[in-house]
């Protein structure tokens, strides 16, 4: 009975917490500056997340524990294959390429095989090897990265017509969509989004631009022209999601990334920015937002605890009935 007791009182109070963790969003404007919906990470966090990356040195530590452990397994392809990809993030490119390639011989097929190829052709400036590999990979696994890879495909079929004229991104997006020429930013129309290979809806689109964006990242440096004309086009499909704030630190994440056409960027942001300063609401500050962080720390600290007590509930429990049928068998 008081095992039932633990249990009920662990699973009420989870309940509990899942429902603070649900509660614990942030309001978010919408265009028309009302509060819209609601976004679970501020904007600052939303902005710094697209861009988090470790060290060289630290990419390269785990490099070298993974290749300890890959000559002790030579046959574990997981293994070299995840030696490749830290020897990639490292910027040993040259190295992670002889490594993948002798995956790809000794066991062909593999979907990690090909994306990781596509990504080293790709940073090491070979975009219609790179773009072979990703379609590849894209083959042997459609719903790779949660279905985003077709961005990656537009990334690299970029690449090519800026190979032919540099300043194709002034007069182009990567995405191919019409958010206007002027400071309020227009709607795309039904046929161009419909033409995206891979998003349904918006919040599909925001979602795939957030993973590409993710990788790509931690791979690149600013300035970096794909980089800052993702971000801007993923600060307008923000501001359609009703999720402004989140939409002007992307927005202003493109700046440090120099978008060609700044000047429409820096309009539109001006614009962003009046329609918040207008609002009841303003932006989190850094306080706020480290509250925030504090009061998640806390919800999971109380999961653990309380799974924790429920796991000492049911061993408890277990030895008890151990002693019980110890005693009766004596």
Known sequence: MRFRLVLLLAFGLLLLVRSGSACLWTYALNLDGRVDEIVELPPGAFATGLVSKLSREDWLARAKDLKQRSDQQPANHELRNDYAVMLVRAGELTEALAVLNDIEATKPGLYPTAANLGTVYELSGDVEKSLHWIQEGLARNPRSHGGSEWLHVRILQAKQKMA????????????????????????????????LDGSQTWEDLSVHMQVQLRERTSLVNPPDAIVADLLFDLSNV??????????????????????????????????????????????????????????????????????????????????????????KLS
């Open 164 to 195: 032919d004229d540099p300043d194709w991104l002034k007069t182009h997006s990567i995405l191919g969509l019409n958010f206007g020429d002027d400071a309020r930013r227009a709607r795309p129309n039904a046929e161009e989004f419909a033409a």
């Open 238 to 327: 923000l501001a359609l999601n009703g999720q402004l704030e989140n939409a002007i630190a992307v927005a202003e994440l493109a700046q440090r990334y120099e978008l060609p056409h700044g000047e429409l960027l820096q309009r539109r942001l001006d614009h962003f920015r009046d329609i918040v300063h207008k609002a009841d609401k303003p932006l989190l500050n850094h306080n706020e937002m480290l509250n925030l962080g504090l009061n998640r720390l806390v919800i999971w600290l109380s999961l653990g605890v309380i799974t924790l007590l429920a796991l000492c509930a049911w061993w408890l429990r277990r030895r008890r009935r151990q002693r019980a049928v110890a005693a």
